[in-house]
């Protein structure tokens, strides 16, 4: 199952809303994963299951979707929340995932 | 809370096998009914998965590279190991184990990750 992320890259403002968005190649009902990536550390799990939050997470994420469309929300960005954002599934035994979202802020 | 550190060669030469170990503290790999996973990510690529174990050994592995792994688990240990073989330079990168998040499923997010070891694969 093939899952293509878009916007490749974004550059946003303190405060703003971003939204980035993954398509899978057939449907995955809600068996979608979103990560953070920061150079140098651990990728962090931030959504499981298309929209529920890990612990820890602040509430500013969020996801939605299913079937083959998927968006992950940061209702106001704030300086930490710089990084690459992958989706990943986890429907097929073969796991597989986005080309990623990297996000800097302006 | 669970913790994940992975460890080997940090180079590895073309045509040789790649060797890495994950032990895990916090937590244990025979009671906890986790698949345990490595992923990695090329210089300037996106993330792959590579392949899942659980702690009975029965494995998982990406098809485009399954031919050349080989994953085990040492519970007495706690950890588990990845062998790649027949390495050339397309394996380079950071190298990731985690864990599972879903027990009993290998179709699962991870959720504890280790902070990732770079192995350049070069003569």
């Known amino acids: 199952i093939q899952l293509t992320q878009s916007p490749f890259s974004l550059s946003a403002s303190v405060g703003d809303r971003v939204t980035m968005s993954c398509r899978a190649s057939q449907s995955i009902r809600t068996s979608l994963n979103w990560y953070q990536l920061k150079p140098g550390k651990a990728p962090k799990l931030l959504i499981s299951a298309a929209s529920s939050l890990q612990g820890g997470v602040p509430s500013r994420f969020s996801g939605s979707g299913s079937g083959t469309d998927f968006t992950l929300t940061i209702s106001s960005l704030q300086l930490d929340d710089f990084g690459t954002y992958y989706c990943q599934q986890s429907y097929s035994d073969v796991l597989t995932f986005g080309g990623g979202t990297t996000v800097d802020i302006k | 809370q669970l913790q994940l550190q992975e460890s080997g060669p940090r180079q590895v030469k073309p045509s040789e096998t790649l060797s890495l170990t994950c032990v895990v503290f916090?937590?244990?790999?025979?009671?906890?009914?986790?698949?345990w996973g490595w992923i990695r990510q090329a210089p300037g690529k996106g993330l792959e998965w590579i392949g899942n174990?659980?702690?009975?050994?029965?494995?998982y592995a990406n098809p485009s590279l399954e031919s050349r792994i080989s994953m085990s688990v040492d519970t007495s240990e706690n950890k588990f190991s990845l062998k790649l073989s027949s390495v050339t330079a397309a394996d380079t990168g950071v190298y990731y184990c985690?864990?599972?998040?879903?027990?009993?499923?290998?179709?699962?997010?991870?959720?504890?990750w280790g902070q990732g070891t770079l192995v350049t694969v070069s003569s």
């Open positions: 916090g937590g244990s790999i025979s009671n906890s009914g986790h698949y």
């Open positions: 985690a864990r599972g998040q879903v027990p009993y499923s290998n179709a699962s997010p991870w959720d504890y």
């Open positions: 174990i659980f702690n009975i050994g029965s494995t």
